[in-house]
C-alpha cells in the first residue's frame, strides 16, 4: 500500500502549474487592461462598460457550480478534470481574441458586441479553469505538499502576469503602429496560442490520485447543502470575495492613475535623470510588483509553516490593505516611492493568493471528513464563483465610481475626478481587504487540525479496502 505522503515529481508540479500560467495571460489581461481597452479603445462609456461587467460576470460565476458538478460526474479514461483542459483549450483561445476585437459598429451595437464576446469568453475560460482548479484537489492528498503545488501554480501564474505587463503595451504598440485597435487583437492572438499550448502541456503532465468514497451517492442538491454548512468553506469564500474587489477595483485604476494623476515623470538614477512615459512607468510599476508578489509566493509554505495558514492570509491582507491607503497620499513626482510601496504591498500578497487555493482544497478535505462525501469539483467552482463574484463587483465598482466622479476618457480630468481616481487607488480597495482579512480570523482549520484530519481520511481509505494513493 502506497503511503499518502507520497511525493509528487517536480515534473508533474510545473506540469501542473504552467496550466495557470495559460488562465493569467488572460486573466492579468483582463483586469489591468479590459476597463481601458473598452473605454480608450473601443470607444464605451464607462458607466456602461461597468453595469455590463456586473451582468456579464453575476451570469458568469453562476456557471462555475454548474461546471464543477458536472466535471464530479465525469468518467473518462483521463480522469475526471483533465479532459476539459483538452477539449476547452481551443475555444478558450479563440474567445480571447475575439474579445479584444473592434469591429466598425454604433456605440450601442459595440455594447451588444462587448456583452455577447465577453460573455462567451467566461465561459469558456470556466469550461477550462474549474477543472484544472479542481484538479490541484485530487492529484495528492496530503494538505502540504498541495500548498507547495499552489506555490509552484502561483509562481507561473505570476510568471503570466509578468508575460502580460512585460510584453502587452509593447507587443500592441508593435503590431498596431499608431493603430490602438489592430495592436490589441494582434497581441491577444499572441497570448491567446500560448494559452492554448500551456493548457495542453498541463494535460500531458499530470495524473488524479484521490477518488470520491466507494458507492459514494448524491445528488446537486444534496452537494449544495454539504458545501454551505462547510463553514471553513464560506469562510475563506467571504474573504475571497473581498479579496478580489480589492485587488480588481485598484488594478483597474493603475492605468488611469498613471494617464491621468502621475503622468509622465523623471527617475533619477545616479545622478542621471531618466524619462518615464505615463505607459513606460505603469508598466515597470506593474512588472516590479508582480516580481515582488513571486517572491512572496515562494516563500509561502515557509509562512504557512511558522505562522499557519489562517494568520498568515489574515495578517498579510490586512497589512497590505493598510500600504494600499498610501496611494492617495503619494504625489506623482515620488516616482521610487511609488515603486517601493508596490513593491512591499505586492511582496504581502503572494502568500495570500497561494494559500488561498490551498485552503479551498483543505475545505474539500473537510467537507469529506465531516460529511463521508467529496466534491471537489464543485468546492473550487464555488470558490471559483467568489472568486468572479469578486471581480464581478470590483469591476463594477471600478466603472460606477469613474463615471461618478465625471471621467471622460482622453480628455484633462477635474480635481474632482483625480480625486475619484486616488480613491479608487488607495482607500476603496483597501477598506474590501481589511474586510476580508477580518472573516479570515474566524477560520477554523489550522495546520494541527488539518494533520488530524488528514490521519483519519487516510485511516477510513484503508479499512474500506481503498488505497491511500492511487
Not at 477550462?128 to 502540504?144: E, Q, R
Not at 480588481?248 to 492613475?257: F, G, H, K
Not at 516611492?337 to 474539500?364: K, R
Request: net charge positive; with cysteine.
Amino acid at each position: 500500500m502506497q503511503s499518502q505522503t507520497t511525493k509528487l515529481s517536480f515534473r508533474e508540479k510545473v506540469g501542473y502549474a504552467v496550466g495557470d500560467t495559460a488562465s493569467n495571460l488572460f486573466f492579468q489581461t483582463f483586469m489591468l487592461f479590459l476597463m481601458y481597452f473598452y473605454t480608450d479603445v473601443f470607444g464605451l462609456p464607462a458607466a456602461a462598460v461597468g453595469t455590463m461587467f456586473l451582468v456579464t460576470r453575476i451570469w458568469d460565476a453562476v456557471n462555475d457550480p454548474i461546471m464543477g458538478m458536472i466535471a464530479d460526474r465525469t468518467n473518462s479514461r483521463w480522469g475526471k478534470f483533465r479532459p476539459y483542459l483538452l477539449w476547452g483549450a481551443i475555444p478558450f483561445g479563440i474567445m480571447g481574441v475575439l474579445t479584444f476585437t473592434t469591429p466598425n459598429l454604433s456605440v450601442s451595437g459595440k455594447l451588444i458586441y462587448a456583452y455577447v464576446t465577453y460573455t462567451c469568453m467566461m465561459m469558456a475560460y470556466t469550461a477550462v479553469n474549474v477543472p484544472y482548479s479542481a484538479l490541484m484537489g485530487v492529484i495528492t492528498p496530503d494538505s502540504m505538499e498541495r500548498t507547495q503545488i499552489s506555490s509552484f501554480r502561483f509562481v507561473a501564474a505570476f510568471v503570466g502576469g509578468v508575460i502580460v505587463q512585460a510584453s502587452t503595451m509593447s507587443m500592441v504598440r508593435y503590431f498596431g503602429r499608431g493603430n490602438e485597435a489592430v495592436g490589441w487583437r494582434s497581441a491577444m492572438t499572441v497570448l491567446s496560442v500560448l494559452a492554448v499550448l500551456l493548457f495542453v502541456v498541463t494535460f500531458a503532465s499530470t495524473k488524479e490520485r484521490v477518488h470520491p468514497p466507494k458507492g459514494q451517492k448524491s445528488n446537486f442538491r444534496q452537494d449544495l447543502k454539504d458545501l454551505f454548512t462547510n463553514v471553513p468553506w464560506v469562510l475563506i469564500a467571504g474573504a475571497t470575495v473581498f479579496q478580489l474587489i480589492y485587488i480588481v477595483t485598484r488594478n483597474s485604476s493603475i492605468m488611469y492613475y498613471f494617464k491621468y494623476y502621475v503622468q509622465d515623470q523623471q527617475l533619477v538614477v545616479f545622478g542621471k535623470a531618466i524619462h518615464l512615459p505615463f505607459d513606460t512607468f505603469a508598466s515597470s510599476f506593474m512588472l516590479t510588483g508582480t516580481g515582488a508578489t513571486i517572491v512572496g509566493a515562494v516563500l509561502a509554505s515557509w509562512f504557512a509553516k511558522k505562522l499557519d495558514k489562517r494568520n498568515t492570509y489574515a495578517g498579510f491582507l490586512a497589512l497590505s490593505a493598510l500600504l494600499c491607503t498610501l496611494y492617495y497620499f503619494i504625489r506623482p513626482n515620488q516616482v521610487v516611492l511609488i515603486y517601493l510601496v508596490n513593491i512591499l504591498l505586492s511582496f504581502l500578497l503572494g502568500p495570500v493568493s497561494v494559500l488561498q487555493w490551498a485552503m479551498y482544497t483543505d475545505t474539500a478535505d473537510y467537507g469529506e471528513w465531516k460529511k463521508g462525501r467529496r466534491a471537489t469539483g464543485l468546492v473550487m467552482s464555488a470558490s471559483l464563483f467568489a472568486l468572479k463574484l469578486g471581480l464581478t463587483i470590483g469591476g463594477a465598482i471600478s466603472g460606477w465610481i469613474l463615471g461618478y466622479y465625471g471621467f471622460v476618457a482622453n480628455q484633462p480630468q477635474t480635481a474632482q475626478t483625480l480625486h475619484g481616481i486616488k480613491m479608487l487607488m488607495s482607500f476603496y480597495p483597501a477598506i474590501a481587504g481589511f474586510i476580508g482579512a477580518g472573516l479570515m480570523m474566524f477560520y477554523p482549520l489550522t495546520n494541527r487540525m488539518m494533520k488530524q484530519i488528514e490521519q483519519e481520511l487516510m485511516e477510513r481509505r484503508l479499512r474500506a479496502g481503498e488505497p491511500a494513493e492511487v
